[in-house]
């Protein structure tokens, strides 16, 4: 049984229209902790992959 998890989300809003034009959420593995720089740079990739800028 799982104890816990760490869920991210992001999303890209166009200001002038208030419009969500992006978004994306990700789910840390077991060995990504976004406690550590190592983990919170894997789940910040996996979060921000095929973001349009």
């Keep these: 049984?799982?104890?816990g998890?760490?869920?991210v989300f992001a999303s890209l809003v166009d200001l002038?229209?208030?419009r969500v034009v992006w978004f994306n959420s990700s789910?840390?593995?077991?060995s990504a902790?976004?406690?550590n720089?190592?983990?919170?740079?894997?789940?910040?990739?996996a979060l921000l992959k095929n973001i349009p800028l």
């Design 1 to 3: 049984m799982p104890l």
């Design 5 to 7: 998890s760490q869920l």
């Design 16 to 18: 002038k229209t208030g």
């Design 27 to 30: 789910l840390a593995g077991p």
């Design 33 to 35: 902790d976004m406690r």
């Design 37 to 45: 720089p190592e983990g919170a740079a894997a789940l910040t990739t």
